[in-house]
């Protein structure tokens, strides 16, 4: 017999060390608390710093880079920024986590700069923002503003 284990999350400021000292129990089945959670496809932290979810993506985006990497001369960049499998990331609940920090963003925008290269084939010395203008394809914070 397969039990599922039901659990529960408290929001609460990072800086807040406060212990709750209760339970808490549904249907006569005690809930567990848990500092994070992933609920449809998010991952949420107790704090809502966005890191988890943030972190989460960029290991998502570095195997999509790494197989744009192995087909960079077999196709098209055209056809690679088609099929790119980094837009969905990007733009899956986007008006929700990507409003943390910057500074949270910062390696997000990072990998993004790293896929744009390797559509193009470029190399590091090129400036990003004109491999973006050339793509069509917008940046995080570009996104955000959108």
């Known amino acids: 017999m397969n039990v599922k284990k039901t659990t529960y999350l408290i929001f609460k400021p990072w800086h807040n060390k406060c212990n709750h000292n209760f339970s808490i129990s549904l249907g006569g089945q005690l809930l567990i608390q848990t500092n994070a959670t992933r609920f ?3 991952h949420i932290n107790e704090h809502l710093t966005w890191k988890d979810h943030i972190s989460y993506l960029c290991k998502q985006i570095s195997k999509s880079i790494g197989m744009l990497f192995r087909s960079r001369f077999c196709q098209s960049s055209k ?4 099929c790119s ?3 969905p990331h990007v733009t899956y609940c986007n008006s929700t986590w990507s409003s943390t920090y910057i500074t949270n963003l ?3 925008y990072c990998l993004q700069k790293r896929a744009v290269r390797t559509i193009t084939n470029s190399d590091l010395i090129v400036h990003s923002a004109t ?3 050339k793509l ?3 940046d995080i914070y570009q996104i955000n503003t959108f």
Request: proline share 0%.
């Open 136 to 138: 069509g394809v917008l």
């Open 79 to 82: 056809t690679k920024v088609t």
């Open 131 to 133: 491999l973006f203008s």
């Open 106 to 108: 910062y390696s997000f």
């Open 85 to 87: 499998l980094i837009y």
């Open 40 to 42: 449809l496809g998010v």
